[in-house]
């Protein structure tokens, strides 16, 4: 079946530092692709997504592209902030599935120190 | 506008009891998935309702577990003869519509302790 394996954690970096986590899937088809934040006390978020081979999902300074070829869509951020400190979990959704459900990697916590 | 919500934040129960989550979603969502995540895991798909109705009951575990959408609103997740191994954070999340990818919006959880 399908499956989303993603680095363990946790990873620490320093404010400012280049952030990557890396994400591969299994999946038939061309499943959709997320990334999403768990920042403490607070519920799942949506932080970006790609439906489709080589499209680039962004948002808040973090991106990730959809690469059918290394079937992969790791997450990086240019330079990280302290309140980047959360859990970011892989997702996908897989092709022409009728529920849309969400298949989870098992995260992975970031912390970032000042 | 609210947001996904659940009751109780926190379930503690004794091995054995019977226990019901509750999940009450974004106005005008048809769309509600329950999912559970054990400590240290990514959420797992438990079950997904389209309206009133259960259209895939296919990561619930066990007959232990139902759920239920009567209205096609509020969700109850009840689970009999709880076991230790139960012990998870249920989250439910909503979206507007079935069809191409809709964005899901989780709830804070249920975190339900069995002992």
């Known amino acids: 079946g399908d499956s989303v394996t993603q680095m363990e954690g946790p990873v620490t970096l320093s404010e400012e530092a280049f952030l990557t986590i890396n994400c591969t899937y299994t999946a038939t088809g061309y499943p959709s692709l997320f990334w999403y934040v768990q920042y403490p006390g607070e519920g799942l978020q949506l932080l970006l997504k790609?439906?489709?081979?080589?499209d680039k999902g962004s948002n808040k300074g973090f991106e990730a592209t959809y690469r059918k070829e290394t079937t992969s869509f790791h997450l990086e951020k240019g330079s990280v902030q302290v309140s980047d400190s959360a859990v970011y979990f892989c997702?996908?959704?897989?092709?022409?599935?009728?529920?849309?459900?969400?298949?989870f990697g098992t995260g992975t916590l970031l912390a970032v120190q000042p | 506008g609210a947001g996904v919500s659940q009751t109780p934040s926190n379930k503690v129960t004794e091995k054995g009891k019977y226990v019901e989550l509750r999940c009450d979603p974004i106005s005008g969502h048809t769309a509600l998935y329950w999912y559970r995540q054990s400590l240290g895991q990514g959420p797992e798909f438990l079950i997904y309702f389209q309206g009133t109705g259960a259209a895939d009951d296919s990561g619930l575990p066990n007959d232990r577990f139902f759920a239920v959408r009567p209205e096609g609103s509020v969700s109850t997740l009840k689970i009999q003869r709880t076991e230790r191994g139960d012990s998870a954070v249920y989250l439910c999340?909503?979206?507007?519509?079935?069809?191409?990818?809709?964005?899901?919006?989780f709830g804070p959880g249920t975190r339900l302790t069995v002992l």
């Open positions: 999340a909503s979206s507007l519509q079935r069809g191409s990818y809709n964005e899901q919006f």
């Open positions: 997702a996908l959704v897989g092709y022409g599935g009728a529920t849309n459900k969400l298949i």
């Open positions: 790609a439906t489709k081979a080589d």
